[in-house]
């Protein structure tokens, strides 16, 4: 995918995506600097760059995924990383004060964000910053960025990838593949809600529908139900628990198949169906329960998503969002029950930088627009 | 479903627990046959078909086409009215919680006298764990049923037979009930049944029906988490708990995200993007009935969203919803009201059903009676046996809400004939015969529910007189007066209660009432008396009105139609003057008519009505 730049913006070069619980920050660093740009380039830039490339973590929260970092990238003439960082929405207050700390406005560069937060911060970035951001559309973000690091890769592999026997979870493999003949694809992003999109081409996508039960939900019941606090802890708890203690399976009320509709003994007939009674209440740990809102989340998703790809008629889709991040439980249970439910039909499949497409796609409208700041 | 209460809690006193005797619940059951059990998680329902013999007033007409001219004199009755013994076939469903269970078949099994049923349908996810208690008590095998099969042919029963089955439920509007008419063909529809689990069922036909789907996000997800999340056990106080809650707290809305509306995708600032959103994010404690409001959202919504995912594919208009999740529960039919809308733009309706909770026992009777072929005949529900639609709101006066929950019964009447539409009607479907809706017309229902209640020491006594020479008519009166005031004040506080409210229903029901008591038609002396005079002057006035000018003669045929529709409705005023002045004739009938401008006329159940209109100025 060609980057038509017609003006190489002033750096630093940012993309940011303010959800409703994580912003996503894309930063690019320039590894091509003439000894004459270091000499030149004003304080404040450098320091910046050196606060965000020597640090994995900032703050009590915020995070680098160094895993995602794109090496030796080249964009618009320039040649340097692509570097990965999120954080709490709940931090953007600070981080915008550090904003107004480092002199930011003096960069003359433009900030893009998109995501929510770009309308309902874009106020307090003016007021406490001096900042102007430029807003952009969440889902055009998405699909931008989507597009473009699956034509870069990742760092010389695919950046796609999906599960080999998805109804075998212990031995599944993941496999990875290219995403040729990307289109159509439906485009399920999961973040604090979901939105489920079918893209037609690079420019021509829809909203089919969206669902509120997603990673907001799994770790808000989570924190509720356990007294977890972050989504590392929850899933933690998830993958130690077992929900079969949880949920009422099918044949918890038939005794085995319900033959007559093909549904197996083993699937869950009512999620959390046991928790009516105090005795199996009291006999279900943390983890159990973390495990069973993890499952009942991940096959609501898989559920509405099968249901759009067939009245939509796409086979192939794609899951995205933070609420994947190192979670295989989730993955692979997308992965089978897309297999399951259309007998083979429907692929499920996974992006590597899962939640930040959103934030690249904001950073590439950066480079496209030339306007002098 | 798992069971709460146990039956284990052993004997079981019924006078305490219970607000009627038993045998005014399991009616009728010396003659009782084919026997057919519900067992849910909960509660548990039984049928069963009986015969009921009452009195019913039979019209014989002599022979007059000897007579060449009637003369005014005549002393000869034109017809004759006896009163005959007549077998009707009814079907009886009673709905109890499964506590109760033990206790009720003791009941059955004493004053069960008919030995030729040896089987009982029995459906339901509770029927294999109670399969030996019922073989036990009742003596009868067993027989399961599958529970889909039940289920649809429950719900083609009562969408067939049951006039104003389905409703669509508005809760701002001025009648919150919108019933729907009956649809000669009812398929294809789609049905999701909402119990512990959701099913989803398309149905082509009586025998074709098909579980195209599900989801595991239930009634049982809704009480098992809010049990988790708000220590509460039992599923109506989860309820209550909701509809006092405010999910916005709870819940990340879209304005949470955006700081209001994301106006691009058409997303208003007050949707839900993430239910549970703001747990994880902040650290104070909610409260119960804000959880107990996010958790019937979450769910109501998905269930909804899928709901319309699959009609959709199916091309399915037509959306019924069903199951102990719903229960006739306002904040919950509204909410997925509201999420079907949503998700079709407005072209779905979702439709609820006023005897849901009944279509699994309903379904395993068919199966059982399916010899008898039901379907063959018409049935009409008998308003004095049912208790009519019981809402668990917690707006329901307390009397009421004690009530509901414990014992509820549906009554079906099997009719003489079959009914179908008039042929000459333009579209069956879209007839309305009432003119006035009382379900939505607040004022007017006040009049008539006032006026019936006024005018029941009157029926009483044409009761008692009707049947003078029946020592026990007084007894059996004065029990028809406590029944049909009991329904009237049913009425008054849920008018929704039997579908539809109007005029018609009201007669139907104090004449169901009546019947209850052996009264079958208390007027039929007067009604004799009146029509033998009217009778006689027939051929005179349809011979004088023959006489008047085209337009003199339409006149008065529209006056003469209005007065003996106000004469024989008994509406309040008129009744008042005749209780003065008994000699009060037709002429004054007519002028009196002038006073009256808001007057409506309505259907009018005798036969013999029309030969009244000509009475002369006697």
Known sequence: MKLKCSKKPAFPWFGMDIGGTLVKLVYFEPKDITAEEEQEEVENLKSIRRYLTSNTAYGKTGVRDVHLELRNLTICGRTGNLHFIRFPTAGMHRFIQMGRDKHFSSLHTTLCATGGGAYKFENDFRTMADLELLKLDELDCLIQGLLYIDSVGFNGHPECYYFENPSDTQNCIKRS????????????????????????????????TGTSLGGGTFLGLCCLLTGCETFEEALEMASKGDSTNVDKLVKDIYGGDYQRFGLQGSAVASSFGHMMSKEKRDSISKEDLARATLVTITNNIGSIARMCAVNEKIERVVFVGNFLRINTVSTKLLAYAMDFWSKGQLRALFLEHEGYFGAVGAFLELLKSSEDA | MALSGGADRGSHSMDKSITLPPDEIFRNLENAKRFAIDIGGSLTKLAY??????????????????????????????????????????????????????????????????????????????????????????????????????????????????????????????????????????????????????????????????????????????????????????????????????????DMLVKDIYGGAYGSLGLTGDLIASSFGKSATTDKEFSKEDMAKSLLHMISNDIGQLACLYAKLHNLTRVYFGGFFIRGHPVTMHTITYSINFFTKGEVQALFLRHEGYLGAIGAFLKGAEEDNPNQYSWGENYAGSSGLMSVS?????????????????????????????????????????????????????????????????????????????????????????????????????????GSLTVRSLLDTREHCLNEFNFPD?????????????????????????????????????????????????????????????????????????????????????????????????
């Open chain 2, 522 to 618: 208390p007027y039929s002396k007067i009604k004799q008396k009146e029509n033998d005079m009217a009778l006689k002057y027939y051929l005179k006035v349809v011979k004088s009105v023959e006489e008047l000018s085209w337009e003199q003669r339409q006149f008065t045929l529209v006056k003469g139609l209005l007065a003996g529709n106000v004469f024989d409705w008994g509406a309040k005023a008129v009744s008042d003057v005749l209780e003065s002045d008994p000699d009060f004739g037709f002429e004054q009938a007519k002028q009196q008519l002038q006073g009256m401008k808001t007057f409506k006329l309505s259907h009018n159940n005798d036969k013999i009505l029309n030969h009244k209109l000509f009475l002369t100025d006697k």
């Open chain 1, 177 to 208: 593949c290219c995403l040729d003949n990307l289109f159509p694809m439906l485009l399920v992003n999961i973040g604090s809600g979901v939105s489920v999109l079918a893209v037609y081409s690079k420019d021509n996508y829809k909203r089919v």
């Open chain 2, 394 to 498: 917690p707006e329901l006066n307390p009397v009421q809400r004690a009530r509901s929950g414990t014992f509820d019964m549906l009554e079906m009447d099997r009719l003489e004939r079959q009914l179908v539409n008039l042929p000459l009607l333009q579209d069956p479907t879209s007839y309305i015969p009432d003119t006035v809706d009382l379900t939505e017309d607040a004022l007017s229902r006040d009049y008539w529910l006032f006026c019936f209640e006024d005018a029941l020491d009157g029926v009483v006594k044409r009761a008692v007189a009707s049947q003078k020479d029946q020592p026990e008519a007084v007894e059996r009166a004065e029990k028809f007066r406590q029944k049909y005031r009991h329904k009237l004040q049913t009425l008054r506080h849920q008018p929704f209660a039997y």
């Open chain 2, 49 to 250: 078909y009986s015969t009921v013999q009452h009195k019913v007033a039979k019209v014989r007409s002599f022979d007059h086409k000897a007579k060449v001219s009637l003369q005014e004199t005549d002393g000869d009755p034109l017809y004759e009215i006896s009163v005959q013994e007549e077998i009707t076939a009814r079907l009886h469903f009673i709905k109890f919680e499964n506590a109760y269970i033990e206790t009720c078949l003791d009941f059955i099994k004493d004053h069960l006298v008919n030995t030729e049923t040896k089987v009982i349908k029995a459906t339901g996810g509770g029927a294999h764990k109670f399969k030996d208690l019922i073989e036990k008590k009742l003596k009868l095998k067993v027989d399961k049923e599958d529970e889909m099969t039940c289920l649809i042919k429950g719900c083609n029963f009562v969408l067939k037979n049951i006039p104003h089955e389905a409703f669509v439920y508005a809760r701002h509007a001025d009648s919150e009930f919108r019933f729907q008419n009956t649809h000669p063909d009812i398929f294809p529809y789609l049905l999701i049944n909402i119990g512990s689990g959701v099913s989803i069922v398309k149905v082509e036909s009586e025998d074709k029906f098909e579980r195209i789907g599900g989801s595991s996000i239930g009634g049982g997800t809704f009480w098992g988490l809010g049990a988790l999340l708000t220590k509460t056990k039992r599923f109506d106080e989860l309820l209550q708990l909701a509809s006092k809650g405010q999910h916005t707290n709870v």
